[in-house]
């Protein structure tokens, strides 16, 4: 598969494209941790859990590091 071709192709356009992705991408995951809250609300669990995973994801990746992820 090729790059797609942006018109014109400048950093601007390529760093607009670039957000917009991110944008999308922090959609797509603010409604996975939505169900995930709402499966464990149903089920009892700890809603936490999740959130307390991702964040220590995060964090790992902020400080550099790359942990289980590699």
Do not use: H, S
Not at 39 to 46: N, P
Request: charged share 35%.
């Amino acid at each position: 598969m090729t790059a797609p071709k942006f018109t014109p192709d400048t950093p601007a356009t390529r760093r607009a494209f670039n957000r917009l992705a991110r944008e999308k991408m922090k959609l797509r995951l603010l409604a996975d941790i939505r169900m995930d809250l709402m499966v464990c609300k149903l089920e009892g669990w700890d809603k936490l859990e999740y959130l307390d995973e991702l964040l220590a994801l995060l964090q790992e990746l902020r400080k550099g590091g790359r942990g289980r992820w590699q």
